[in-house]
């Protein structure tokens, strides 16, 4: 059976901090791995990651993809109040993408 | 340009009533699906559609059913609501169903069984 297991399921950091989310996973047919960001309404899409050991970045947000310890982190540095949000994780595996439960990810003043 | 229309935005159901959740895309994207959001589970896809006239089942498929007509359209239907479907759908889009294609999501229906 196909998992994706993000940790920590929610954390609490303050202004200015960096933080690391994890997602590992475990799925038959490995296409791609994509980070979501979710504030309240759709997911918007954040990475997709395809090849191992490339890093991709956007502003303070960067992922990178290990394809044989079969995981992936996102980092975000210097996080501000707006990066408050849930991270979802999903393996795309077929047609379907499969999730994790998500991070939620609460960036105090 | 629009992306992914949901509609309605929120919706409450008694047990047994039907209804239908629309979904349009105007991104002329083959690749449709819709996805139930609980908390604590994540995002579990329900059906999906590789093209018009052509659909198959996700991970929870039960109690509901899909169509796809049309390119744009993928509406939901709920033949006979239980309390076990509250939950807030999301209906995606991707220009295929091929690997390494961007899924864009809807705002979602927040659905309320009683």
């Known amino acids: 059976e196909d998992k994706v297991v993000q940790s920590p399921l929610s954390l609490v950091v303050h202004e200015g901090d960096t933080v690391t989310l994890n997602c590992s996973y475990e799925?038959?047919?490995?296409?791609?791995l994509l980070w979501y960001k979710q504030e309240k309404k759709a997911p918007t899409f954040l990475f997709m990651l395809t090849s191992s050991g490339i890093e991709k970045k956007s502003g303070r947000l960067s992922s990178i993809l290990d394809k044989k310890e079969l995981f992936s982190i996102l980092n975000i540095t210097a996080t501000q109040t707006g990066d408050s949000a849930i991270y979802l994780c999903?393996?795309?595996?077929?047609?379907?993408?499969?999730f994790g439960k998500g991070t939620s990810l609460l960036v105090t003043p | 340009n629009a992306g992914v229309t949901q509609t309605p935005k929120f919706q409450v159901l008694k047990t047994g009533q039907s209804m239908t959740l629309q979904c349009a895309q105007d991104?002329?994207?083959?690749?449709m699906s819709w996805y139930r959001q609980d908390p604590g589970m994540g995002l579990r896809l329900i059906h999906y559609?590789?093209?018009?006239?052509?659909?198959d089942q996700g991970e929870v498929p039960n109690g509901y059913n899909v169509s796809r007509s049309t390119t744009e359209d993928f509406p939901l239907r709920l033949l006979s609501a239980a309390p076990s479907q509250t939950s807030v759908y999301f209906c995606a889009s991707s220009l295929t169903g091929a690997s390494k294609n961007i899924q864009y999501f809807g705002a979602g229906t927040r659905l309320s069984v009683l």
């Open positions: 999903a393996v795309e595996a077929g047609y379907a993408l499969n």
């Open positions: 991104m002329n994207h083959e690749y």
């Open positions: 799925v038959t047919n490995f296409r791609s």
């Open positions: 559609s590789v093209g018009a006239g052509i659909t």
